[in-house]
């Protein structure tokens, strides 16, 4: 995916993506504190994550648990043994001035995820590691010629992911960490909430330029700290378009250390330098002493993959195949996994694919999003939709009946027929009782009768008047196909 | 009163024969008169001590029951977290802080009804061997005021030998129960690594460091561990019941091991003083005389203990000792200029010569670029050091050694040549390096009538085994029972 600007000036983006995912255990990494978003400031806090003299660290279970299970989700080899290591910077933020993670030994290596490119095309990008750590908590500069700390996130489990370079565009970046969203909430380990700070992102960039034949690499840019698929976007797009003038006036290119780190200014839409050359950073990583090594058996392995679900992006390859949904929706409906997994409910439970798709998106999702829920949550049987939809698909109701139908169903245990029923929704398509109807109308109608007869240019416009007073008389209950029919028939 | 053991005293106080406040007001009436010149606590708990004595008396006098270490005055080194008085570590970036939460040990030691009266000296963050490295308070020793109590638990010694407790807890990195031990004539007794919690210990080196109590006999070292002993779930390098089950170490203390075995490291004794020398080739004729057969066996690589040791405890010291900032407790400079000044300043001022050094030397050896040629080849050396042990451990139940090269040495003697002072270490590392129990037993005195050790190791978590092995020597002879002349 090569950008050319001209016969001898072409360039490529090449783009490495490091990503903190926070996981969504009740407690904290290293310590028994609930993890709360928007707590009081120093209240989900003991003396084990303030780092207080003395004290230890004991492991959340649960946390290696969701790590390993995104691990084997991006389909890497997980370590059958692996360990903590300390690694040491001075800030405030980090009360022990070191913080637990994992160096040499990452839970898991060598990975990939697919990403979705255009309609049904997709990309393999290879994991180089993920492993589990703990978070720091949040430096507040506030007014005054002081700072505050608030260690509520401080120890909260967190899994950090490394891409190898294998992203060309911020398009394709942004593929990655809405895919990775999508698969974290899946497979229930992580909200994935980008407002609350659950997914952040640092993009490693670079272009190789080729410019009269010869190829230049120009010097890598880690951006620091982006927590919109937005600013992960933009900002790439930014540095490719950045990097690309600099080249082109300095002719610097990539050596060993110059890799620099810029902040991204989000209302300015431009990254700021922050470092110029990477400080050789010594973190002087060694093995934490005050945890044991952790031992994976073949059997708790297992365990956890056989309670992988199928991936969304799967999913969605599979809704298009299977079902003939567009790409669309069948993104739609794999965006979360309980919408998903109730569009198969129902698909199983006889709906038609298609006409289940489109209670879905669009009634289920309007009624889903008011309530601030999941279509899942909604508390609807997935077998009334199904019910619903071959209602539709027989002409028992109408469309805009069917929509009415489902608003019901989330309120009451009764069954789509039941509803119409009591709504008065279910169609006439008796066609003899029908055809009486249309007789009398075009006996009480006979200037309508004679424009549609003759063919004028108010035909059209009689011929719907008189399908409108059928439906008045049957209070709108009359299946309009039917009634069209029978108007054809009588007038013709 | 105050020359019963721990275990009499306590005996005594529950058969109702004293009062626990008695015993504890007579420790604060010598505390008043010998702690000016001693030195041994940085802060003792008069008031709560009583309030907490006059409660296990009223427990007793109501026939209801109590724990093992009853009505007993004891002390813990000041590096053990208490919710009372302030957790110092012997350093001015702590002197006033107050930990929000006690220590696992502080906790069972509660539970067991023993009487807390004080916190006692320590070398700071308990670095050195000698306590001359304390940030606040200095420490002599008992049989010589001139001299160190030995380090770093020097107050936790001092304190048990001058009779200002019935005994003590202290923790033991690379001999810092055991060395004092020695040089003020007590009994220190190191656990294997992982037997007892560590949870609430201010750590130095946390691969080594272990907490172990000081006490005048070896039936009280086994009581101590009754009460401080066993899993913590708080600590994921204490080891569980089901792997290493807790015993009662005091059930059969006073039978004797049939058919001992006991090797003796030649090789290695030879640099020890020759009364040092001639005390423990005494001692190893008593256990002779026992009917232990007595071999010879050579250890290949523990010359190389003190080397492996001062790199791995100083890079742990250097990340462990990260978190005194100036910026969440404890010392911060006034004025600074910026955060990195809040670091750098509120560490220059507070931390001791000692501690900088050795966060230095641990720093340099983490170093990205010298972490192969120093602290991965330290670890390789402590397997083999672990390899020699078990390889010895399988041709005898314990090795006996010195506990150190010399009796005390004088205050200011070596505290300005560090390596010789390092090199003091020399008997006590290995034990830490391979994680195993090891004892220090009074064994004798020199010419200056000062405190030799004997030095007992055994295999990991057959510390009731290594207290029959030590009994069975201190059975046969009176050096326990000698006290400091300047107290009489």
Redesign the interface.
């Given at each position: 995916m090569k950008t050319k600007m001209s016969n001898d000036l072409q360039y490529k983006v090449i783009v490495g993506l490091e990503i903190h995912v926070q996981l969504c255990t009740r407690s904290k990494m290293f310590c028994g504190c609930a993890v709360e978003f928007g707590a009081e400031p120093n209240s989900r806090v003991c003396?084990v994550c303030?780092?207080?003299?003395?004290?230890?660290?004991?492991?959340n279970k649960q946390a290696l648990e969701y790590a390993v299970t995104v691990a084997l989700a991006l389909n890497c080899e997980v370590a059958k043994f692996t360990r903590w290591d300390?690694k040491?910077y001075?800030y405030?933020d980090l009360?022990?001035?070191?913080q637990i993670s994992q160096y040499d030994l990452p839970l898991g290596a060598k990975g990939f995820i697919e990403i979705p490119l255009e309609i049904g095309q997709t990309k393999k990008i290879r994991i180089i590691r993920a492993h589990l750590e703990e978070d720091a908590g949040k430096n507040l500069h506030t007014a005054g010629n002081f700072?505050q700390?608030d260690l509520n996130r401080t120890g909260t489990a967190l899994l950090e992911i490394v891409t190898e370079p294998d992203m060309n565009s911020g398009t394709e970046a942004r593929a990655l960490a809405v895919e990775l969203q999508r698969m974290v909430r899946f497979l229930g380990v992580s909200e994935a909430d980008m407002q609350k700070g659950h997914m952040r992102f640092e993009p490693n960039i670079n272009l190789i330029v080729t410019k009269d034949g010869s190829e230049y690499k120009t010097p890598i840019v880690e951006v620091k700290n982006l927590n919109s698929f937005r600013a992960l976007e933009r900002s790439i797009d930014y540095e490719a378009h950045r990097q690309l003038d600099e080249f082109l006036e300095t002719s610097r290119t990539m050596e060993m250390g110059n890799k620099s780190t810029r902040g991204w200014d989000d209302e300015k839409e431009q990254t700021i330098l922050q470092r110029e050359k990477e400080e050789?950073h010594?973190y002087?990583?060694?093995p934490e002493?005050?945890?044991?090594p952790v031992e994976l058996t073949e059997k708790w392995l297992s365990d956890i993959r056989s309670r992988l679900c199928e991936l969304p992006i799967k999913k969605q390859i599979r809704f298009v195949t299977d079902f003939g949904l567009s790409n669309y929706d069948a993104g739609v409906l794999t965006a979360e996994r309980s919408t998903a997994e109730f569009f198969e409910q129902a698909v199983k439970a006889g709906g038609d694919p298609k006409r289940v798709c489109n209670l879905l998106t669009q009634e289920g999702m309007r009624l889903a999003k008011e309530k601030g829920l999941s279509i899942g949550e909604l508390r609807i049987n997935p077998k009334h939709v199904a019910d619903l939809a071959k209602m539709v698909d027989k002409g028992d109701v109408s469309a805009s009946a069917s929509s009415s139908i489902f608003l019901n169903l989330s309120e009451s245990d009764k069954g789509p027929w039941a509803l119409a029923g009591e709504l008065n929704l279910i169609q006439k398509s008796d066609a003899g009782e029908l055809e009486k109807i249309v007789e009398q109308v075009l006996k009480e109608n006979p200037k309508a009768v004679e424009d549609v007869t003759s063919g004028s240019k108010k035909s059209k416009k009689a011929r719907g008047f008189l399908l409108g007073q059928v439906m008045q008389k049957t209070k709108g209950q009359a299946n309009p196909k039917i009634v069209s029919e029978i108007l054809s028939r009588k007038l013709s | 009163m105050q020359e019963l053991s721990a275990k009499q005293l306590h005996d005594q106080i529950v058969a109702g024969q004293i009062k626990s406040v008695e015993a504890t007001q007579a420790v604060f009436a010598r505390i008043e008169k010998y702690e000016p010149m001693l030195g041994a606590y940085i802060s003792t708990f008069k008031e709560q001590a009583l309030s907490k004595a006059r409660h296990i008396d009223n427990k007793i006098a109501a026939g209801e029951s109590v724990g093992q270490l009853a009505g007993v005055p004891v002390a813990i080194k000041d590096?053990?977290?208490t919710t009372f008085g302030a957790?110092t570590?012997a350093s001015k970036i702590?002197e006033n802080?107050h930990?929000?939460?006690n220590?696992t040990v502080v906790e069972k030691l509660l539970a067991a009804d023993a009487v807390i009266i004080g916190k006692a000296n320590l070398d700071e963050f308990a670095m050195g061997s000698s306590t001359e490295n304390s940030g606040l308070k200095k420490t002599v020793n008992p049989w010589d005021t001139t001299r160190v109590p030995g380090g770093s638990s020097g107050g936790s010694a001092a304190a048990v030998a001058g009779q200002l407790c019935f005994a003590a807890l202290g923790s033991d990195t690379g001999g810092s129960i055991r060395q004092p031990a020695s040089f003020c004539g007590v009994v220190g007794l190191k656990p294997t690594y992982g037997r007892v919690s560590?949870?609430?210990?201010?750590?130095y080196?946390?691969?080594l460091d272990q907490i172990g109590p000081v006490t005048r006999t070896v039936a009280d070292s086994a009581l101590m561990m009754n009460v401080i002993a066993g899993h913590d779930?708080?600590?994921?390098?204490s080891v569980a019941e089901a792997v290493a089950p807790v015993c009662d170490y005091l059930e059969k203390l006073d039978e004797p091991i049939e058919k001992l075995k006991i090797a003796v490291v030649p090789q290695f004794n030879a640099g020890a003083e020759s009364q040092v020398q001639k005390s423990i080739a005494d001692a190893i004729d008593v256990y002779k005389k026992l009917g232990a057969d007595i071999i010879e066996i050579n250890m290949p690589h523990l010359d190389y203990a003190i080397a492996a040791y001062y790199i791995i405890a100083t890079?742990?010291a250097?990340?462990n000792l990260?978190?005194?900032?100036g910026?969440?407790?404890g010392h911060r400079t006034e004025n600074p200029k910026d955060?990195i000044e809040v670091?750098s300043k509120s560490r220059a001022e507070a931390f001791g010569k000692e501690v900088k050094r050795r966060i230095m030397l641990g720093?340099y050896a983490?170093?990205?670029g010298y972490?192969d040629a120093y602290?991965l080849k330290a670890l390789k050396v402590r397997n083999l050091i672990r390899g020699d042990f078990i390889n010895a451990f399988e041709r005898c139940e314990a090795i006996l050694m010195p506990v150190s090269p010399t009796t005390a040495f004088k205050i200011g003697e070596k505290i300005n040549d560090p390596l010789t002072m390092y090199l003091s270490d020399i008997y006590t590392i290995a034990a830490n390096l391979a994680g195993i129990p090891a004892i220090s037993i009074p064994c004798g005195f020199d010419d200056d009538n000062l405190p030799i050790g004997l030095q007992i190791l055994a295999p990991a978590f057959a510390e009731d085994r290594l207290l029959r092995i030590a009994r069975m020597y201190e059975k046969e002879t009176n050096w326990h029972k000698k006290t400091p002349p300047i107290l009489n």
């Open positions: 003396p303030l780092g207080m003299p003395g004290v230890l660290p004991v492991m300390r040491s001075y405030p009360p022990k001035n070191y700072s700390v050789a010594d002087r990583y060694f002493p005050d945890l044991v | 590096n053990m977290c957790t570590c702590l802080f930990a929000p939460y220590a560590r949870f609430g210990l201010v750590a080196g946390s691969s779930s708080a600590d994921s390098t890079a742990e250097s990340s990260a978190r005194y900032d910026v969440h407790y955060y670091y720093t983490l170093s990205s972490y602290y």
